[in-house]
């Protein structure tokens, strides 16, 4: 591992910021020393979270956004361009899904999964690279699932969007790296978070990860050298069935 203070006054914007992983990630890299801009829909979450990461002395920046709705991912990245002058890493960790037969889905739950989970990333990746390619160096991190990768049943709009990523991730790596970009994709198998409609820290530790583990491994991952990429990451429970 390279020098731990490598991230320290690095600007990242995070989605998915108000809870569950993306939280911890931001307590993650302020710890590091990295500036956060917090992203997600939910306001006074996300001021919850500034709070939290300025009770550490770090840096954040409360950055409202439906991944749903176009100009508000311009917005948000303006915003923090504005404020942090650059972004060295982007982190698409927005999502969400239900457990249910594919015609129980309304029209409307399918195009949302769609919309924040592959095209609300997709569409916020487009607007931040530009500024990654003028610098020639950034770090674009996608968190898919496992799901990304194999296929489970009750869940086939969610293993659709997840697989987007994947291959999105993978094809994009290989158009930008040689202009000093990274694109990291990472797998996870279950997550003790509120996806789903759940509570954070109720789900079983034997089959579920912490959260706060999955934030070290999306630190790890940033803390490469800048020759190496770990472009494919997948982690899982011991516990859970894979
Ligand atoms: N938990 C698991 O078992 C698991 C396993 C593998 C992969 N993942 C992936 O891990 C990532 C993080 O999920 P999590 O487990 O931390 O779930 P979570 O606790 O439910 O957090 C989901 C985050 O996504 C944000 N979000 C939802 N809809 C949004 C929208 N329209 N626009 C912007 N942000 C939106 C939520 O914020 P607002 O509601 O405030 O907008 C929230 O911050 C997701 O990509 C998920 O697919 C989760």
């Not at 799901?147 to 969007?161: D, E, L, W």
């Not at 094809?171 to 202009?179: G, I, M, Q, T």
Request: with cysteine; aromatic share 4%; charged share 20%.
């Amino acid at each position: 591992m390279s020098d731990a203070t490598n991230l320290r006054r690095q600007a990242v914007l995070l989605t998915g910021a108000s809870r569950g992983l993306g939280r911890h990630t931001a307590l993650r890299l302020a710890r590091a020393g990295m500036r956060v801009a917090l992203c997600a829909r939910d306001r006074s979450a996300l001021e919850g979270v500034a709070h939290e990461v300025e009770a550490l002395g770090g840096e954040a920046l409360v950055c409202p956004l439906d991944l749903r709705d176009a100009a508000q991912i311009d917005a948000a990245v303006t915003r923090t361009l504005d404020a942090f002058g650059r972004i060295d890493v982007l982190i698409n960790n927005a999502g969400l899904g239900w457990y249910k037969p594919f015609t129980e889905w309304t029209r409307e739950e399918i195009d949302t999964v769609l919309s924040v989970n592959l095209a609300g990333l997709i569409h916020l990746t487009h607007a931040v690279l530009p500024h990654m390619l003028e610098r020639g160096s950034g770090y674009l991190v996608n968190v898919a699932s496992d799901i990304g990768r194999r296929v489970i049943p009750n869940m086939a709009a969610y293993v659709a969007a997840k697989h987007g990523v994947v291959g999105f991730s993978g094809a994009l790596l290989r158009e930008v790296k040689d202009r000093g970009i990274r694109v990291s994709v990472l797998l996870p198998g279950i997550i003790d978070t509120y996806f789903g409609g759940g509570e954070e820290g109720s789900r079983d530790p034997s089959w579920s990860l912490h959260p706060a583990d999955v934030a070290a491994v999306i630190e790890t991952l940033l803390r490469q050298p800048p020759g190496l990429v770990l472009d494919e990451v997948t982690l899982h429970p011991l516990g859970q069935e894979f």
